[in-house]
């Protein structure tokens, strides 16, 4: 059973930066991506950015592309999304997402709050 703890949210003013974490424990073999997605309030649950876990390579929605990044530390099986230039429209509930080859796996969230 693989569980993902995700820290770091929190309250910013427009401009500045946050950093997420994503923590997986469990039996996290065989993982093929992990990410981040969003969802605002009354919104749906957004795509913000995935890296493979092999290879590195990443991938990033239009609206965040330049200012997140994500980045990985395989020996530690945490995902991180570094985030600069935040803005209102950001806020948002942020959840860590692993998909590996017994499925998809969400973390609980972390609330994320930029204020103009």
């Known amino acids: 059973q693989v569980q993902l703890v995700e820290s770091g ?3 910013v003013q427009a ?9 997986a ?3 996290t073999f065989s993982t093929y991506t992990m990410g981040w997605f969003r969802q605002a309030p009354g919104q749906e649950r957004e795509f913000v950015a995935t890296i493979n876990w092999n290879t590195g390579r990443t ?17 530690k ?7 600069n230039s935040l803005k209102p429209e950001d806020t948002a509930v942020y959840y860590c997402n692993l998909y590996y ?3 998809v ?3 609980q969230g972390t609330q994320v709050t930029v204020s103009s």
């Open 9 to 11: 949210g929190g309250s």
């Open 101 to 103: 080859t017994q499925g």
């Open 77 to 83: 099986i945490t995902v991180y999304l570094q985030m």
């Open 15 to 23: 401009g500045g930066s946050l950093r997420l974490s994503c923590a």
């Open 25 to 27: 424990s469990g039996r």
């Open 105 to 107: 796996v969400w973390g």
């Open 59 to 75: 991938n990033y929605a239009t609206s965040v592309k330049g200012r997140f990044t994500i980045s990985r530390d395989n020996a």
